[in-house]
């Protein structure tokens, strides 16, 4: 990375060129578009973001980016879908830059815009052993979630067992993520872990980041997990509440 890494800093990846099951399209390779809103987000707010990409031009890199935006480019490995391969660039660049890092979210970055500066915010900064992430109007036991943990649930010894425990919880949304650096790199490893040891081989049409993620948030940090309000505005209400510190969708 030819930048400094600031020690608070969003994350997002945009990995474009392959079929995207979630958008049912492949995404082109060159589009700022797609991103264009969670960078302006981010630059407005004077806060750092970092975006790792596979097919970005270096011309739509140099145009746009700034003193609040970072462009680090990757090596895209097709044996894991997009939303899995992320953990993978995730858990190398907490590595290799866990000791410049002091706090830290992941975004989804084509429907996530940031609202509000999360870590000067009061909840953050008195709960530094927490997880933060989203969360969706619905409970684990939903039909579509059902469907999407087919795979893993196949692979995991105790992943029904998980289900059954926490049916009625509420559905976390792996696309925000955050916390200090201490808490969130340990979350990161143990992430990557499951999807490498258990989701290389997933030919579903699900790509089976949210059932990981559940899975190991419910089990390992139910207790200090803080999701939903102010962290994330309701998932696809399409609201602006910028008491929050993220819109998603």
């Given at each position: 990375?030819?930048?400094?890494?600031?020690?608070?800093?969003?994350?997002?990846?945009?990995?474009?060129?392959?079929?995207?099951?979630?958008?049912?399209?492949?995404?082109?390779?060159?589009?700022?578009?797609?991103?264009?809103?969670?960078?302006?987000?981010?630059?407005?707010?004077?806060?750092?973001?970092?975006?790792?990409?596979?097919?970005?031009?270096?011309?739509?890199?140099?145009?746009?980016?700034?003193?609040?935006?970072?462009?680090?480019?990757?090596?895209?490995?097709?044996?894991?879908?997009?939303?899995?391969?992320?953990?993978?660039?995730?858990?190398?660049?907490?590595?290799?830059?866990?000791?410049?890092?002091?706090?830290?979210?992941?975004?989804?970055?084509?429907?996530?815009?940031?609202?509000?500066?999360?870590?000067?915010?009061?909840?953050?900064?008195?709960?530094?052993?927490?997880?933060?992430?989203?969360?969706?109007?619905?409970?684990?036991?939903?039909?579509?979630?059902?469907?999407?943990?087919?795979?893993?649930r196949n692979k995991i010894a105790d992943y029904?067992?998980?289900?059954?425990?926490?049916?009625?919880?509420?559905l976390l949304n792996c696309g925000i993520i955050?916390?200090?650096?201490?808490?969130?790199?340990?979350?990161?490893?143990?992430?990557?872990?499951?999807?490498?040891?258990?989701?290389?081989?997933?030919?579903?049409?699900?790509?089976?980041?949210?059932?990981?993620?559940?899975?190991?948030?419910?089990?390992?940090?139910?207790?200090?997990?803080?999701?939903?309000?102010?962290?994330?505005?309701?998932?696809?209400?399409?609201?602006?509440?910028?008491?929050c510190w993220f819109k998603h969708k």
């Amino acid at each position: 990375m030819n930048f400094e890494v600031p020690s608070n800093v969003i994350v997002a990846s945009h990995i474009t060129g392959i079929y995207d099951v979630n958008r049912s399209t492949v995404l082109a390779n060159d589009d700022f578009s797609l991103v264009a809103e969670w960078a302006k987000s981010i630059t407005e707010l004077g806060l750092n973001g970092i975006i790792f990409h596979n097919n970005f031009s270096d011309e739509t890199c140099k145009i746009h980016q700034n003193d609040f935006i970072h462009f680090v480019k990757v090596d895209y490995n097709p044996k894991y879908n997009p939303n899995v391969f992320r953990y993978a660039v995730y858990a190398e660049f907490l590595e290799i830059s866990q000791n410049l890092i002091k706090n830290i979210f992941f975004t989804d970055i084509s429907d996530v815009t940031v609202l509000k500066n999360p870590f000067t915010a009061t909840l953050f900064l008195n709960n530094t052993n927490s997880i933060f992430c989203g969360d969706e109007p619905k409970i684990l036991d939903n039909e579509w979630m059902q469907a999407h943990s087919e795979n893993l649930r196949n692979k995991i010894a105790d992943y029904a067992d998980y289900e059954l425990k926490f049916k009625d919880a509420t559905l976390l949304n792996c696309g925000i993520i955050g916390g200090h650096i201490s808490t969130i790199l340990p979350l990161i490893e143990k992430l990557w872990a499951i999807h490498r040891d258990h989701n290389a081989d997933n030919n579903s049409l699900y790509t089976g980041d949210m059932g990981a993620f559940n899975y190991l948030v419910r089990n390992q940090y139910n207790e200090t997990v803080i999701h939903g309000y102010p962290v994330n505005t309701e998932f696809k209400a399409y609201k602006t509440d910028t008491s929050c510190w993220f819109k998603h969708k």
